[in-house]
């Protein structure tokens, strides 16, 4: 509240009171606002949640708990929703919006504001916060004074690595497979400020480093807000990932899925630090084609297999990414043999609107690829379980690079089966199609073409073996000899 920047962000664990403080802000800003010639100080702000439902459950319940219609005047409840603030000398209009897409910009674009709260940010896309931008400082007009101050102000809990927040606030770099274009709009203005409030929980490491216990972070914000049992009671049950983000105010995303390799341990299968490619070894590579194009870079140890390097792309056409994938060949691997390259055997055929299949493509850029043996999608998945089940020589059958964050992020969770909208525990058969399914479907490629597969298909089935039905259990003797014996004594003591 002391920075007078025209952008200002702040990122934080749940219960911090990053809502309210934003709630305040408004009030405070307002009240600051100089008088107009007839002694008035006028304000009007937009408050933007990404949906509807979300803005009038928790953004507008969260401003009427402070600024109650008994006290602070009546609310308009048909959209646009607004309430109206007169109270001495103060003429305060909230407006609150939802914008649920890009597209909704234009829902902005009449508006005449003096500043601009975005709740929960992470979920609003970057050009509706470039247009809430340009709609700030238009009220009150010269003509009356102008705002004393204007600016947008905006909040949300951790947000994914690759979000606009955490490159721009330079918690995250600016990843590879962005456009110019793309990066360019990610330089953070001077003008621009973000803030990160303090985990709600400090971790309990043992000796090799695990996550044992949680307790409260005595240096949290808005502790005198909340319960002494707050976080530890919402902890409970949660996985790392949900307390990562939630909790401890890391950069993560969570999913609704189901994870689709429960063999996967990022202390087991993740390098503490950057792998070196072993030099005179031959290298694979998977590749995933698509408008979002991924592929993966592996080498085999010794019956290990080493994952050194991703590179996902996003609205990249074949041509195009061929040049990435041969500079990336070229660049950081330039000096090893390449082994095979596999790629999506569906790339084979011409699709209706080209002559070309991505494999012709490649070749004319020099890359020799051909077709994985299968597109099986359970085949696949086996020929990465294999590897992740496997130890040899007391280490695992697989280890990638630290530095694979879409492949890791998809191990954790973000590649899995869809929960389907029903009641009950139940999901799809086949694993969901996003962001992370493109870079394990270039690793599921790589390992089978690699041998995993063949492994597989040449497994010996294990000999069924069927339980003898002539056995009594109670004797552990064959039916046959209970029935003799019982036939005997019948005999003898004149039994019928």
């Not at 020799?368 to 099986?376: G, I, L, R």
């Not at 089935?461 to 019982?486: C, G, H, L, M, S």
């Amino acid at each position: 509240m002391t920075d007078n920047s025209f952008f200002r962000g702040i990122r934080g664990p749940v219960g911090s009171g990053k809502s309210v403080a934003c709630c305040i802000e408004i009030l405070r800003r307002a009240l600051q606002q100089e008088k107009d010639s007839k002694g008035i100080r006028k304000s009007r702000v937009a408050v933007v949640r990404n949906t509807n439902p979300q803005l009038r459950t928790t953004t507008m319940k969260t401003w009427l708990d402070w600024f109650p219609e008994k006290d602070w005047g009546k609310m308009n409840w048909s959209p646009p929703y607004t309430h109206y603030i007169r109270k001495g000398d103060l003429d305060l209009e909230v407006i609150f919006l939802a914008l649920d897409r890009p597209d909704d910009v234009k829902k902005l674009l009449s508006l005449e504001l003096t500043m601009i709260f975005f709740n929960e940010s992470r979920e609003i896309a970057k050009q509706i916060i470039d247009a809430g931008t340009m709609r700030v400082g238009r009220y009150p007009s010269m003509k009356d004074g102008g705002p004393t101050w204007y600016g947008v102000i905006a909040d949300t809990n951790s947000p994914d690595e690759d979000h606009w927040w955490s490159i721009m606030s330079g918690d995250a770099p600016t990843p590879d497979h962005f456009t110019r274009e793309e990066i360019l709009m990610l330089v953070k203005p001077d003008n621009w400020k973000f803030f990160n409030q303090p985990a709600g929980m400090i971790e309990n490491r043992n000796k090799e480093g695990e996550v044992e216990d949680y307790k409260v972070n005595q240096d949290a914000e808005n502790l005198k807000n909340l319960t002494s049992k707050y976080y530890p009671n919402i902890i409970q049950g949660k996985t790392k990932s949900w307390i990562d983000v939630y909790i401890m105010n890391r950069l993560g995303s969570i999913e609704d899925g189901k994870a689709i390799y429960n063999e996967f341990s990022k202390d087991v299968h993740v390098a503490k630090e950057g792998i070196i490619p072993v030099k005179d070894v031959p290298y694979y590579v998977g590749i995933d084609f698509g408008l979002t194009p991924a592929c993966i870079f592996a080498q085999q140890i010794r019956g290990r297999w080493l994952i050194l390097h991703e590179v996902v792309a996003r609205d990249m056409g074949m041509v195009r990414f061929s040049e990435v994938l041969r500079q990336e060949m070229n660049g950081k691997f330039g000096e090893l043999p390449v082994a095979r390259i596999y790629g999506d055997p569906a790339g084979d055929y011409r699709a209706q609107t080209d002559e070309s299949t991505p494999f012709q493509i490649m070749r004319g850029a020099g890359i020799y690829a051909q077709p994985a043996p299968s597109n099986d999608v359970s085949l696949r998945l086996e020929s990465v379980r294999a590897p992740l089940g496997r130890m040899l020589e007391g280490l695992s059958g697989i280890l990638i690079d630290y530095r694979c964050k879409h492949l890791i992020k998809g191990f954790e969770g973000g590649y899995q089966y869809r929960r389907l909208n029903v009641s009950g525990e139940r999901y799809t058969e086949k694993p969901d199609k996003n962001h992370y399914s493109h870079i394990h479907d270039a690793l599921q490629y790589l390992l089978l073409g690699a041998g995993e597969g063949k492994k597989i298909m040449n497994q010996k089935p294990q000999k069924v073996v069927q339980a003898k039905r002539d056995f009594n259990v109670f004797t552990r003797e064959p039916r046959q000899v209970v029935r003799r014996r019982k036939s005997i004594f019948q005999r003898r003591h004149g039994i019928m």
